[in-house]
């Protein structure tokens, strides 16, 4: 299983790989909001927590259907699912990787992005925090969605169809949770029901992946 | 559980057939009496003036939206465990009427709320989930359309439906949370039954039992051609390899 | 002499149309099998169904638990990656360390560090083939293994797999073409096709 | 006729695009039915079957 977790996380640094997409992605729509909305700090402080959410969730979004897709039309995952490893174990190691390749990056450059919107000082913190605790969830309820449409002929725009509705808890709750800190609330109750998705998200999703997985290679 | 079994489509076909126009009867009956009796024969509420005569569309068209979604639950279960085809092909045919239902409580819940939120689309808790219920709708249709071999796509679309409802009711619990924190929405108390008045109850429950009885109706004629559409399949696949 | 593969009675169908019925045959270790018939018969499907990877409408098929290794068309193998990370992936999944036993029976030590993508097709075919060794699995289903090999590289095929029969594995193999594998029993599977009239069970009860 | 007083038009808006929305799915679904049989029936007749 680790294997294949190198594996994917080679691949994707590898040329080609796509690894910075997810991140360079997240910058520019973060520097495109204040084009949008306007320089002008109050707002831009005030919003900065839902527009960093949803710029981490579009991002994030966006390297889904690689996840499957390219396994599928090598062959790659023919053998993976005849092979003695369990495919809830290796749908599980696939979101791993997407969440290393993209969830991660996105959290850590968060912050640095987060002074171009005037995020107010405790803000910092509970945006890292909440984007911690929440990618992971965003990496797994992808996969699902990229195992639903994998082999599909124009799969990408429906995977976002279907992605995104199962989102909504995740970002609510996580955009809440930054925008709680960053007033210097107390942030408690949203990052439980946050850490509670994600942990859900994660036992559940796996094996609905590998079942529709299955279906879709029948 | 062989996977070949199937619940008999020729034996649905037979009892829907003389169940169908005794459905649609009721349901026409039922309809227009439960509508013109609210909407013709009840007072105005003190506060409300005459919008209350919304209630009798909108509430049972929100019960509709959530209920059809529990059908859909419920044929996807049976489906994946029975393998029974019937029941994947009524989850089909039933997701067109919980979108129109969907649609029909946010519209009217919105043109209801109107006069009194001042705008005509209030991030209300209630409304919004009727909107992210609408958009699990759209998601699950959408993977119907998307998928040519008919049993991966009933597996798919009952995984999505079984994932789907548990991350609807998440949203359902999110929403409250997340509204309280922008604005106390005012928050219209629809649920049926609560301080009003014997003459608002009696034809709400008749514009209920009709729009059950409609959903029921347009299910049956919807899975019907669902099953012809499946028997034209076979015999065109019959066709190309003779 | 072991039995390998057994199918007997086996129907199986493609997008919920049966294209194949009562289909039985045998393979003991050190036996190769070749599957041959017009395209579109339903080699590949027979092949996914042994595999697993599809389900069997009817009859029974006793198959080594564990013991199954498939290659489709595509060889599985990821062009950025050179050629021993390709494999020691493989070996990993499948649990055999070593990889150097493969390299050397497929002549690739060479390319050892070569991407997979700038090997020729011949190439490329050997380091699938030399993936199927690294499962350490007996009974191989092949699908189309010659095409767009010149003749050595086919030759070089054959004189792989009558190793891996002598080893005591066993092979099926699909093919519309001629493997050259003169001591490989072939089944025409035209026979078997599935009656024009005989729609699935579930259509059955429809037409 | 009964007495809307002013909210007549939010009245009859809700009730005419909700009852719309009912004609339009009624009509869909029986329009789509009987499209859905008779190309079965061509079909049936096509490959001579009784239905």
């Known amino acids: 299983m680790i294997a294949l977790l190198l594996r994917d996380l080679r691949l994707a640094t590898r040329a080609g790989g796509g690894f910075g997409l997810s991140l360079a992605f997240f910058l520019i729509v973060t520097v495109l909001v204040p084009f949008g909305v306007g320089p002008e700090g109050g707002t831009l402080a005030r919003i900065a927590p839902g527009i960093l959410w949803v710029g981490a969730l579009l991002a994030s979004l966006l390297s889904l259907d690689r996840i499957f897709a390219l396994d599928h039309e090598d062959g790659s995952l023919d053998i993976l699912v005849t092979a003695p490893i369990p495919l809830e174990g290796a749908v599980l190691v696939k979101a791993a990787a997407h969440w290393l390749v993209t969830g991660l990056p996105l959290t850590l450059a968060a912050p640095v992005l987060a002074v171009l919107l005037h995020l107010p000082g405790p803000g910092f913190f509970w945006m890292t925090v909440s984007l911690a605790l929440g990618t992971p969830a965003l990496s797994v309820i992808g996969t699902f969605g990229a195992a639903l449409t994998v082999g599909l002929k124009r799969g990408g725009l429906l995977l976002s169809l279907l992605v995104l509705p199962l989102y909504i808890p995740t970002l609510i709750f996580g955009a809440d949770c930054a925008r709680r800190g960053a007033e210097g609330l107390t942030a408690g109750t949203p990052l439980l029901m946050l850490a509670g998705i994600t942990l859900g998200a994660l036992a559940i999703l796996p094996f609905a992946a590998a079942a529709a997985i299955r279906a879709n290679l029948r | 559980m062989s996977i070949w079994e199937y619940a008999n489509p020729k034996k649905f076909m037979q009892t829907s057939a003389w169940v169908l126009p005794w459905v649609t009867g009721l349901a026409f009956v039922t309809l227009v009496l439960g509508l013109t009796w609210g909407f013709f024969f009840t007072g105005d509420d003190y506060r409300q003036g005459s919008t209350v005569k919304i209630i009798f569309i909108h509430v049972p068209a929100a019960l509709m939206a959530i209920n059809a979604w529990l059908m859909m639950l419920v044929c996807s279960l049976i489906w994946l465990i029975r393998r029974h085809h019937v029941s994947a092909l009524a989850a089909k045919a039933a997701a067109p009427v919980g979108v129109t239902m969907t649609l029909i409580a946010l519209f009217t819940g919105a043109i209801w709320g109107q006069p009194m939120w001042g705008t005509w689309w209030a991030w209300d808790p209630r409304l919004t989930s009727f909107l992210i219920l609408f958009l699990f709708y759209l998601g699950y249709i959408a993977l119907w359309e998307a998928i040519e071999d008919p049993d991966t796509a009933a597996d798919l679309t009952s995984v999505l439906c079984l994932v789907g409802s548990v991350f609807a009711l998440l949203s359902r619990y999110a929403v409250n949370f997340w509204n309280q924190g922008l604005h106390q929405g005012a928050s219209l108390s629809l649920a049926p039954g609560e301080r009003m008045a014997m003459t608002f109850k009696l034809p709400l429950y008749v514009a209920m039992t009709g729009f059950v009885l409609l959903f029921v109706a347009l299910v049956l004629i919807r899975t019907r051609t669902e099953i012809r559409a499946r028997r034209l399949r076979a015999l065109e696949a019959r066709g190309r390899m003779g | 002499m072991a039995r390998m593969l057994e199918l007997t009675d086996i129907s199986v169908a493609r997008g919920g149309v049966p294209v194949l019925q009562g289909v039985t045959c045998a393979l003991g270790a050190g036996q190769a099998l070749i599957l041959t018939g017009p395209n579109g018969v339903g080699k590949t499907t027979l092949l996914r169904a042994v595999a697993g990877l599809q389900p069997v409408l009817a009859g029974q098929m006793t198959r080594p638990s564990e013991g199954v290794a498939y290659a489709a068309h595509a060889d599985a193998l990821k062009p950025t990656l050179s050629v021993a990370e390709n494999l020691s992936f493989w070996a990993e999944i499948f649990g055999t360390r070593d990889i150097a036993p493969a390299l050397s029976a497929m002549g690739l030590e060479g390319l050892r560090h070569r991407a997979a993508q700038n090997l020729s097709a011949g190439q490329k075919r050997r380091l699938g083939l030399a993936r199927l060794l690294v499962t350490g699995r007996k009974l191989w289903l092949l699908d189309e293994p010659t095409v767009s090999l010149d003749a050595a590289a086919v030759a070089l095929f054959g004189a792989v797999i009558r190793a891996h029969l002598t080893d005591g594995g066993a092979a099926l193999m699909a093919s519309h073409i001629d493997i050259g594998l003169s001591e490989a029993s072939t089944l025409d599977l035209s026979l078997f096709r599935a009656a024009p009239g005989g729609t699935d069970a579930f259509d059955e009860a429809f037409a | ?51």
């Open chain 4, 1 to 51: 006729m009964v007495e809307l007083g002013k909210y007549a038009g939010t009245v009859l808006g809700a009730y005419g695009v909700a009852l719309g929305l009912i004609l339009g799915l009624v009509w869909l679904t029986l329009w789509q039915g009987k499209r859905m049989r008779r190309r079965l029936e061509a079909t049936e007749r096509e490959l001579g079957i009784d239905g």
